[in-house]
């Protein structure tokens, strides 16, 4: 075998050899030949006595003859060891010390080494890219999520009867990301790898990051610009579904000009994201928990959400990225918004 698995290849590369046997072109005589150099019972009982009769020549040599000058002859020399006499040193410290107590408080500590696969290992590689290349820097804000939880306890039933799927935060950030997109143009663009140019797009492909038994991922969405909610939800339920099945092709992950990352499903309160190279930023979407804020002057109990935005202050400034912040905030704690693109 010439690659194990995980291992990398190259097209046209060689993958393995193989050797024919000496059976595959050996004739009859080689067949033959092999037929009599079989050892028969007889020849395996000679062998084993010759066998046995060298050990015992080994294990018990002759007693030497009497000399002339002894009276009386000396007597056989056995094989058994003598018995060992007590050593006068002092103990070692393996004898002295007593029994280390770790090995009782803490029981067996097993320890393992598992090679990283190759998703794994190449997501290592984009983060620290991301942390090497962009000079990363995050602005935090918080939303409101009353209107928009209010939005979909009233229509879920009815999407789910029509549609067949079911109405998620998800898909109002992304209608939300993708009008703050358009108002800061320079969310969505990129800088080149010769670092001197910038690409600036007027289109939104987003991508979605999908956590997977073997890794996170961050399947595209193609020109969600043009998608409605319903047509939002459907495919980021079908990209996920094909994540965790593992059936994720390189076209569905290839591109994006923006990355939605939600951590609150997992109970995420409060992070900070990283930028997925060559993008420029990214959104990050924690848990929603209830908390006492200032409504028009009174202390109300509203389901709130943090927000961060980790953004390339290459390209990005403060104000665009506070302004972009503001705007998915705006957009969010109004859907009205949303439909009024205002």
Do not use: C, W
């Not at 066998?51 to 002759?62: F, G, H, L, R």
């Amino acid at each position: 075998l010439y690659a194990n698995e995980q291992d990398t290849v190259t097209v046209g590369q060689d993958l393995f050899k193989i050797e024919l046997g000496d059976a595959a072109t050996a004739g009859p005589d080689a067949t033959a030949s092999k037929e009599e150099e079989v050892v028969r019972p007889e020849q395996k009982q000679e062998v084993k006595e010759e066998i046995k009769d060298e050990k015992k020549a080994t294990t018990s040599p002759p007693s030497p003859e009497p000399s002339p000058l002894q009276s009386e002859p000396k007597p056989a020399v056995t094989t058994s060891p003598p018995e060992p006499k007590p050593a006068a040193t002092s103990p070692t410290p393996e004898q002295s010390l007593p029994p280390r107590k770790a090995d009782v408080l803490y029981g067996e500590r097993e320890e393992r080494q598992i090679k990283m696969n190759r998703m794994r290992l190449r997501i290592a590689e984009r983060l620290k890219e991301s942390q090497n290349t962009a000079a990363s820097l995050t602005t935090f804000n918080e939303i409101d999520m009353s209107n928009i939880i209010e939005l979909r306890n009233t229509y879920k039933d009815v999407i789910i009867k029509k549609h067949g799927i079911k109405l998620g935060f998800m898909s109002a950030f992304v209608k939300a990301s993708v009008f703050a997109l358009q108002e800061i143009p320079a969310v969505n663009a990129s800088i080149s790898e010769s670092g001197d140019t910038i690409l600036y797009r007027d289109y939104v492909d987003m991508s979605v990051a999908v956590a997977t038994p073997k890794g996170l991922v961050t399947p595209v969405v193609r020109n969600v610009h043009s998608l409605s909610f319903i047509e939002i939800e459907k495919a980021i339920a079908e990209l996920g579904q094909k994540a965790r099945e593992g059936k994720m092709t390189i076209e569905d992950m290839a591109g994006g000009t923006f990355t939605i990352s939600n951590g609150g499903v997992y109970g995420s309160l409060f992070g900070t994201p990283i930028i997925n190279m060559p993008q420029s930023a990214i959104l990050g979407m924690h848990a929603t928990k209830e908390r006492p804020i200032a409504v028009n002057g009174k202390i109300e109990i509203r389901p709130m959400m943090y927000v961060a935005l980790t953004y390339d202050h290459r390209l990005i400034d403060g104000r665009e990225a506070v302004t972009f912040l503001k705007i998915v905030k705006e957009q969010v704690e109004d859907p009205r918004r949303l439909l009024l693109s205002v």
